[in-house]
């Protein structure tokens, strides 16, 4: 079972709609997670960030964690076609550990 | 656009030769973490330098080696590349100790192994 299991897609959904993403992991040592936004050609941008359980709101973002399922999602509410990317979920056992990333879900915001 | 630069974009190399991958580190910052992504896959951490030492590798053979310089740059060396060597490697910096949420990735060189 790998660490961290995330669908790829892709995903496509019309302009204006809430979008999820989610991923599921394993190892329960992780206490940080984080949402990562990577365009074609371009290396990932980090979306979100959240220590421990709980929810994140960041404008049209909101990232959830539930360390009992081992569960995190990412919605976006008002989907814009700029927002067609891959998005990848990570985490991390210390804030100075190495980050695991999923494979990412690619999404595609049809206008 | 982060202050993380990365050289060269692009390369192709054969079966058993080496490479050299260069990563300039944004201002201010010296810890550098090197990853490479396979297509369709997330990044996988290879190794994090933090001033000059290595602090931290990923499951990757020996052939995979670096380096960082005082001015907190870094490079990445492959050798005896492999097919499945072929892949985006991207390198991160971020300040004291590489915290999770202060990682800045660039753009990355796209390998190629033919």
């Known amino acids: 079972q790998k660490e961290v299991e995330q669908d790829p897609g892709p995903l496509s959904v019309p302009e204006g709609a809430i979008v999820s993403l989610n991923c599921t992991y394993s190892n329960s040592a992780f206490q940080y997670f984080m949402w990562y936004r990577q365009y074609s050609r371009k290396g990932p941008e980090l979306l979100m960030y959240t220590y421990s359980s709980g929810n994140k709101e960041d404008g049209r973002f909101t990232a959830q964690v539930d360390k009992s399922s081992k569960y995190i999602s990412l919605f976006i509410r008002d989907s814009q076609p700029s927002d067609s990317a891959t998005y990848l979920c990570a985490m991390s056992r210390r804030v100075d550990d190495k980050i695991i990333f999923g494979k990412g879900t690619r999404l595609h915001i049809l206008p | 656009e982060t202050g993380v630069t990365q050289s060269p974009t692009h390369l192709i190399k054969t079966r058993g030769q080496q490479v050299t991958l260069r990563c300039s580190s944004q201002?201010?910052?010296?810890?550098v973490s090197w990853y490479q992504q396979a297509l369709g896959q997330g990044p996988q951490f290879i190794f994090q330098y933090y001033r000059e030492e290595e602090n931290g590798r990923g499951n990757f053979p020996p052939r995979f080696s670096g380096l960082q310089f005082p001015n907190y740059s870094s490079e990445l060396n492959v050798n005896a590349l492999e097919l499945d060597d072929s892949a985006l490697y991207l390198c991160a910096s971020s300040p004291s100790g590489g915290a999770v949420d202060t990682q800045y990735f660039g753009p990355g060189t796209r390998l190629t192994v033919l």
């Open positions: 201002s201010g910052h010296n810890t």
